[in-house]
């Protein structure tokens, strides 16, 4: 489902994060690390071309540290975003991701209301 050079970008930095299949699956290995009893749903999508856009909410328990950022909450956080994929041969080549990371660090209490 994924290419091999798959690349991950972010609106709120120039950089672009590490390529490849194995940068996607140690991003997979940190969340599920983390996070446990996750439930993703997909609000709302559309397809046109070879671009697929995500509307999604994400409810997890944060029972481990995530990035190296806080220790566990044992709290259960919610947190939304959009991506949009870009296929080619029938595999993710790019994503483009913007997510509530208020919502997410003050879920990880990082962030006081």
């Known amino acids: 489902m994924i290419a091999r050079d798959h690349s991950r970008r972010f609106p709120t930095t120039r950089a672009q994060r590490p390529r490849g299949l194995a940068a996607f699956e140690e ?25 697929v856009a995500t509307r999604w909410r994400i409810t997890a328990t944060n029972t481990g540290e995530y990035l190296n950022l806080a220790k566990p909450t044992n709290e259960r956080i919610t947190w ?7 296929f080619e041969d029938g595999r993710i080549a790019e994503t483009w991701v913007s997510w509530d990371k208020y919502r997410f660090f003050q879920g990880l209490g990082l962030v006081k209301t």
């Open 27 to 51: 991003l997979v290995r940190a969340y599920h690390s983390a996070f446990t009893n996750s439930k993703v749903e997909v609000l709302t999508q559309i397809a046109e071309g070879d671009l």
């Open 80 to 86: 939304t975003g959009v991506l949009i994929d870009h």
